[in-house]
């Protein structure tokens, strides 16, 4: 039986550098897709995508991160290692974000590994575009999750 493994892009591309996980899965599908793993756009993230999670062994979860880094630096971690602070009047722009996601696969018993590649936002204002430093890093983001992909994710490599 083979692991089912996938890469999930969240994000609102209508409030800028929160598109971003939307807009490296784009590359990723473009220039590094693979064989053998399910590439899912899942924008705002509704609540199938938490019953869509049970159906895969591994998920890579990109999503846009507010957490005090330099503007597009990436972080990769598994979701069960996040820690998770709400700012005082900090609201999503997802319908679920990363901390209700965490609670629910949790609450809901599924068993998948799941990472997350997360980017540190610089403008989550209103708009259709990256902002200057993640448009300028995109090609390079794109590159090293495609490198963890290869070396974490792969199903041939058989490595969760």
């Known amino acids: 039986m083979s692991n089912k493994v996938a890469v999930i892009g969240l994000g609102n591309s209508l409030r800028r550098d929160d598109g971003i996980g939307v807009n490296i899965l784009e590359s990723l599908l473009n220039d590094y897709k693979r064989a053998g793993i399910d590439y899912l756009n899942f924008g705002i993230a509704s609540f199938d995508l938490v019953h869509r999670l049970g159906n895969y062994d591994v998920v890579l979860l990109i999503d846009g991160i507010s957490s005090g880094l330099a ?13 998770f602070v709400k700012e005082p009047g900090a609201v999503s722009s997802h319908e679920l974000n990363l901390k209700d996601i965490f609670r629910l696969t949790a609450d809901l018993g599924i068993k998948a590994k799941i990472y997350v590649a997360g980017i540190q936002v610089h403008d989550a204002g209103f708009g259709e575009s990256l902002s200057q430093p993640l448009k300028e890093k995109l090609q390079e983001l794109t590159r090293q999750i495609d490198q963890f992909i290869g070396t974490s994710l792969n199903p041939k490599q058989g490595r969760f």
């Open 71 to 83: 503007a597009g630096e990436l972080k990769i971690f598994s979701l069960d290692e996040a820690s």
